[in-house]
């Protein structure tokens, strides 16, 4: 008999022949066979992509139609466009500017095939993972991207861009690709292209540019919204970064020698970001303001808003918004004179006023005019605030005894409880709120020792203030070293007129794009931050300090302001600050309700709340340039205070406007 080992197998399978492992592992012949079918798929689904993709006619940039901005009437407001662009030759560029963008965005422009598969690579699995999705395109992909296709971030966009560059770089030549790109880039300042681009940064054109102001330029290409020195000392430090290392970059890709390199090292200093004619007044602030929630709220950028086509539609109110900017002009006009008295020069106004309700911002004063006056009075974070801030602790000091004190039977659980009738502050908490009325600050600086000043500090951004503008926790904090926004400051002190509940400012209720809802603005709804029965003793203590305030001969209050906060002469003098909201007719608050009678307003009441705006007004002087504020010393006449019963009136007479 023949051994087993002789006899066939009735079945051979996967590899004929072979024995243990190696029968289930494919031959060289398959891997082989495989890999290059896989190619040559590939290669054929890429030449059918190849062939299928055509390079579509050049884009209308949605800029060209404008955006416009609605009232909260749904009136039209203000409408921004079109395009700021200026189609030029390279011959109108210099050669300077040209080795500036290229060592910056692509060095290997002139030897590359127009397209990065690295960079494509790592687009394509960041958009997968959520990353972010710029880096790594070629100048002539961002060509592709500016003209021909939309800004989407997709990978449907992505690998169409991919493949229309290569048709592109086969297509036109090098110099064709860089001029293209040179006129559809975004600058910033409102600019598409290098003409465009000159003008706003520097007055002048494109041919007049030095290498300086080249690197500069070609520096804002990363990103306009983080590299335009006029927007913010953080813009202006990263800006000069980028600006050298362009420079040094030209250097390193033997563009620019190092003696060449050696006569720029001061910084070109841009002229002032400026607004167009049709956002004069009080319109390029709100517009300002709008762009920042837009921003906030959708991840939308100043690029993509340059682009238009949206209609948004805003919380401003028209009357108000002009009562408000009257009520700053009549006050500024009947006690301000700049000829007779030098201190009333660099006097600013900023004022915001926010609805209680739902956080929406009313009514704004930004400046004089935003086309002469760029920075943005009531969004600026560099006004102390003074005796305004005082409120917040007293509030501390209250909500840490609610925090402390056990909670008697049948009162109502949950935030928001009410404080029976007969409840009482500790004698500390009274004597603090005698001191708000009475303008003593050693009480506040002891209550910061007593509290905390971490607490004080979250509490205040609680009701709405920004972290980012709180000062350092320091022994002089609770008397106002921080620098809130007057939009911050009028939403914080909503907080103590609506019963402690607060609702984030906003101040676009909606926005469309082609028709189409742009996400994102979704309100939620107002939270409650402090104690209901905290909210009201600080509003009683506040109520005082209004009727005080107010109690000037030529004042002329429309009503009793339910929540009241003011800088006091004792302060610094670097600003001058006033918060209030007027009192509903119904309230029936009066003159007897301030000061240390505690149960001047009833549990359970939120007088003020509603549709009744808070407002806040700030006054302070800042010449143009100068790194510090001046002093209020001497404002408006010798008479001590005079200058800090300056946002009172404007408060005063904005409410009598009503």
């Known amino acids: 008999m023949k051994g087993t080992k002789g006899r066939r197998r009735f079945i051979d399978y996967p590899r004929r022949g072979r024995e243990g492992l190696r029968r289930w592992l494919p031959s060289w012949r398959l891997w082989l066979g495989t890999l290059a079918f896989g190619i040559l798929s590939l290669a054929g689904l890429f030449a059918f992509v190849y062939a299928k993709i055509d390079i579509p006619d050049e884009n209308e940039l949605a800029g060209k139609e404008a955006t416009v901005y609605y009232w909260a009437d749904g009136s039209q407001m203000v409408s921004v466009g079109a395009v700021n662009r200026q189609n030029i030759t390279l011959d109108k560029v210099p050669d300077s500017v040209e080795n500036a963008v290229i060592s910056a965005e692509n060095a290997t422009f002139y030897s590359d095939p127009g397209v990065s598969v690295q960079g494509i690579a790592r687009a394509l699995v960041n958009m997968v993972s959520g990353e972010e999705t710029q880096g790594g395109s070629t100048i002539t992909q961002q060509y592709v991207k500016n003209t021909y296709l939309s800004q989407d971030q997709t990978v449907t966009r992505k690998l169409r861009e991919f493949i229309i560059a290569l048709k592109v770089s086969n297509q036109k030549s090098k110099r064709d690709i860089l001029r293209g790109y040179l006129n559809t880039s975004w600058f910033g300042r409102g600019s598409y292209g290098i003409q465009a681009a000159a003008h706003a940064y520097y007055g002048i054109d494109a041919k007049n540019l030095s290498p300086s102001q080249g690197a500069l330029l070609a520096a804002t290409l990363k990103g306009a919204d983080q590299y335009d020195p006029g927007l ?219 509290i905390g000043l971490a607490r004080i500090r979250d509490l205040a951004v609680a009701a709405g203030l920004r972290k980012e503008s709180m000062a350092r926790l320091e022994q002089t904090f609770p008397l106002g070293t921080s620098a809130p926004s007057a939009i911050r400051m009028a939403s914080a002190y909503t907080t103590f007129a609506n019963g402690g509940l607060h609702a984030d400012p906003y101040a676009v209720s909606s926005m469309t794009h082609d028709g189409r809802t742009v996400p994102g603005f979704e309100r939620t709804v107002p939270q409650q931050v402090l104690d209901a029965g905290v909210a009201q003793q600080v509003t009683g203590a506040l109520e005082g300090v209004g009727w005080r305030t107010l109690g000037l001969p030529d004042a002329k209050p429309a009503g009793p302001p339910v929540a009241a906060g003011r800088t006091e002469p004792g302060d610094r003098m670097k600003s001058a600050w006033f918060i209030g909201s007027p009192a509903p007719a119904l309230a029936g608050t009066g003159p007897g309700t301030g000061g240390g009678n505690w149960g001047g307003v009833r549990p359970g009441t939120t007088p003020g709340a509603g549709d009744e705006p808070t407002t806040a007004v700030t006054m302070f002087r800042n010449q143009p340039g100068a790194p510090q504020l001046l002093g209020l010393q001497g404002v408006g006449g010798p008479r001590t205070g005079l200058g800090t019963s300056l946002p009172p009136k404007v408060w005063s007479a904005y409410q009598d406007a009503s």
């Open 232 to 450: 913010s000392e953080a813009n202006h430090r990263r800006a000069v970064a980028r600006w050298r290392w362009i420079l040094d970059r030209q250097v390193a890709t033997g563009k620019m020698s190092e003696e060449e390199r050696a006569k720029y090292r001061t910084f070109p200093e841009p002229r002032p970001p400026s607004k167009p004619t049709s956002q004069a007044g009080q319109i390029g602030y709100l517009v300002d303001v709008a762009n920042k929630f837009i921003k906030a709220d959708t991840g939308l950028t100043d690029k993509d808003l340059a682009r238009g086509g949206y209609r948004v539609h805003t919380t401003f109110d028209k009357k108000r918004t002009r009562r408000l900017e009257a009520a700053v002009n009549t006050v500024r006009r009947e006690n301000l004179d700049p000829k007779v008295r030098p201190a009333d020069t660099f006097v600013e106004f900023g004022a915001a006023s926010v609805r209680p309700r739902d956080g929406a911002i009313v009514a704004l004063y930004g400046g004089a005019d935003a086309t002469r006056h760029f920075s943005n009075n009531a969004d600026t974070t560099a006004v102390p605030a003074g005796s305004a801030f005082k409120p917040f602790v007293l509030a501390a000091a209250l909500q840490q005894q609610v925090d402390t004190t056990p909670q008697p039977t049948g009162r109502p659980e949950g935030a928001g409880r009410a404080v029976p009738v007969d409840w009482r502050p500790d004698k500390a908490a009274a004597d603090l709120g005698s001191a708000l009325v009475q303008a003593q600050n050693p009480p506040f600086v002891q209550a910061g020792q007593r």
